[in-house]
């Protein structure tokens, strides 16, 4: 299977800050991808250098066979790049219905598909974006990263805020979704066991830089190696919503 995402030995910060430093990854067609680590390592900023918002500073970065390293952010949505902010950033002041339309791309996802795939977006077509729920804002930021008809879906700590029966519902809802239309996707998640379980492949970020790769099932599977990695109790592991 060829590679659709390639990072090449990346080094990107902010201004004069170097934040990944030879950061270097492959991402399979239509495959999934979970980034872990603590906090502060790197998740956001590597999410944020695809789209291009950082200063790349050498590396380079390939997307479906084309160098997109200087390639400007819209160009990136454009290319088939979907992002879901860690800060949602719905468009207050505009409705439901013109939050998903106003970055509407044709392809297989149209209005009417993001709301029979999040029926409570539809009930709620009218609300501004400010009189959302947690949840219900998590929807639509998905919804209108889907209706820009992505073929890479990045996601960053989609689940942060919402309550575990909705937390299962989005999981389930976003597996089917990458499994059924071959969407690749990137998965940031502060719950190693939830974003292990809904990807193929892992990365463990430390200082900006890969200290792991492997299969998700592996590290699942690798009680020890986790909590070394990520420097957790093991109970922590668990989704939220399934403490013991
Ligand atoms: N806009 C910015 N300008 C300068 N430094 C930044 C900026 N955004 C993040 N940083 C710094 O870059 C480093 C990595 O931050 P980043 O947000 O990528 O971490 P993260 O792994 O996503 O953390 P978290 O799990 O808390 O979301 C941190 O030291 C942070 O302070
Ligand atoms: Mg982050």
Redesign the pocket.
């Known amino acids: 299977m060829p590679d659709s995402l390639v990072f090449d030995r990346v080094r990107a ?3 004069n ?1 170097v ?1 990944l430093d030879d950061l270097s990854f492959t991402l399979g067609e239509g495959q999934s991808l979970a980034i872990l ?1 603590r ?8 999410l944020e250098t695809l789209m291009g918002n950082t200063r790349v500073r050498s590396g380079h970065i390939h997307w479906q066979g084309q160098d997109i390293t200087a390639m400007p952010p819209h160009r990136r949505v454009r290319a088939g790049l979907g992002w879901v902010p ?1 800060e949602r950033e719905v468009f207050p002041s505009l409705t439901v219905e013109e939050n998903l339309t106003v970055v509407a791309s044709p392809g297989r996802w149209s209005l009417d598909r993001v709301y029979r795939f999040f029926p409570r977006l539809r009930e709620r077509r009218g609300n501004y974006g400010n009189q959302l729920s947690g949840g219900e804002q998590q929807m639509l930021a998905i919804g209108r990263a889907l209706m820009t008809n992505p073929r890479l879906l990045l996601l960053d ?1 989609p689940m942060e805020g919402l309550a575990p029966i909705v937390v299962d519902e989005l999981a389930a809802a976003i597996k089917a979704l990458c499994d059924s239309e071959g969407l690749a996707s990137i998965v ?1 998640e ?1 719950h190693p066991v939830l974003a292990l379980s809904m990807t193929h492949t892992a990365i463990v ?1 430390e200082r900006g830089t890969v200290v792991y790769r492997g299969s998700s099932d592996d590290l699942a599977q690798d009680e020890k190696r986790l909590e070394s990695l990520l420097g957790i109790d093991a109970s922590l592991h668990l989704a939220p919503g399934h403490e013991l």
Do not use: I, M, P, S
């Open positions: 910060g902010y201004g800050a934040v680590g906090n502060g390592v790197g998740k956001t900023t590597l860690q700590e940031v502060q970020l």
